[in-house]
Nanobody, 123 residues
């Protein structure tokens, strides 16, 4: 089992950058494929980025490629999401999630979820 705590959310202006962190505790972090998701007010959960256990493989939806970068430091048991060129439509609660038993995972059926951190982008 793993516990996830996301942090780094803030109120920023359009065009700004922000880095989110997801600190993991419990079972070895490097045994989990990881992902970032977001949920905007009144909308469903959206996949933002995923990364394999080793950090070798990543996936981004086409709409976010080039602006968002996922990374992980297995030695620090931490997942990151670097967000550049933020837009008002990026406003959402961002959550990290862990998937056990998979090197790399592109679905939504993650096993563990963090509590989310609010990102608000003003125009």
């Amino acid at each position: 089992q793993v516990q996830l705590v996301a942090s780094g959310g803030a109120l920023v202006q359009a065009g700004d950058s922000l880095r989110l962190s997801c600190a993991a505790s419990g079972r070895s972090f490097d045994t989990y494929a990881m992902g970032w998701f977001r949920q905007a007010p009144g909308k469903g959960i959206e996949l933002v980025a995923t990364m394999s256990r080793s950090g070798t493989n990543t996936y981004y939806p086409e709409s976010l490629k080039g602006r968002f970068t996922i990374s992980r430091d297995n030695a620090k048991s931490t997942l990151y999401l670097q967000m550049d060129g933020l837009k008002p439509e990026d406003t959402a609660v961002y959550s990290c999630a862990a998937k056990s038993g998979a090197e790399f995972y592109l679905g939504y059926n993650y096993d563990y979820w963090g509590q989310g951190t609010q990102v608000t982008v003003s125009s």
